[in-house]
Structure formats: structure tokens, C-alpha cells
Nanobody
Framework: VQLVESGGGLVQAGGSLRLSCAAS????????MGWFRQSPGKEREFVAC????????VYADSVKGRFTISRDNAKNTVYLQMNNLKPVDTAVYYC????????????????WGQGTLVTVSS
């Protein structure tokens, strides 16, 4: 599975962005997917994950109620809708594919994208 993120950019606090992660491979629909983020000087942290058909989602407490993960298996794409963004959300955002759901640890994800930068200005 190859993953390519897009949709990052610069946004003011309180604004919104939607990240996309396009996957190659015919087995995309069988993989639970996750989003992680990494800020400068910090470890990569879990943001959200979704099961194979979109019927189950889990969020980090820091984004619950503001971010929404979703997927479109027909388009081999997973999304992260981010609303009410805060400067602390500034990070490189990565999508990843896991074999099991739900999973919050980086070690449980087998495939990773290259990341997309989100910068939130105050």
C-alpha cells in the first residue's frame, strides 16, 4: 500500500482544512487507517483512526469534537476534516495503514505516507 497525503497549508486559528490520503492498491478497503501528527521537537502522536468500512472511529482527546476522520473506499481515500483549528494543531500530518482496528500506537501501522504540513497562525 502506498499512501500520499495532500491538503495541508496555512490557516488562521478558528479555520478549517481537509486533508486527504490517497492509497494505491486494490486491498485498500480491507485496511484500517489512521492519522498521526508530529510537531517540531515532539514525538509523533495519534490523532484518529477508522475501521475498514468507516463504521468505527477513534479520536485523541485533543481533537475530539473538532476533527472528523472518514473514508471513501471507492476512491481509495481517507480524509481528515479539521475544524476550529488552533496553533497547537500545527504539525506535519501523516496517514498510515494498520492491520487491526483500533490502534493508537505508531508501531501497529505498517504503511506510512510522506506527510503534509499544517500551519495554524494565531
Amino acid at each position: 500500500v502506498q499512501l500520499v497525503e495532500s491538503g495541508g497549508g496555512l490557516v488562521q486559528a478558528g479555520g478549517s482544512l481537509r486533508l486527504s490520503c490517497a492509497a494505491s492498491g486494490r486491498t485498500f478497503s480491507s485496511w484500517p487507517m489512521g492519522w498521526f501528527r508530529q510537531s517540531p521537537g515532539k514525538e509523533r502522536e495519534f490523532v484518529a483512526c477508522i475501521n475498514w468500512n468507516g463504521g468505527g472511529t477513534v479520536y485523541a482527546d485533543s481533537v475530539k469534537g473538532r476533527f472528523t476522520i472518514s473514508r471513501d473506499n471507492a476512491k481509495n481515500t481517507v480524509y481528515l476534516q479539521m475544524n476550529n483549528l488552533k496553533p497547537v494543531d500545527t504539525a506535519v500530518y501523516y496517514c498510515a495503514a494498520a492491520r487491526w482496528y483500533p490502534r493508537r500506537s505508531m508501531n501497529d501501522y505498517d504503511y506510512w505516507g510522506q506527510g503534509t504540513l499544517v500551519t495554524v497562525s494565531s
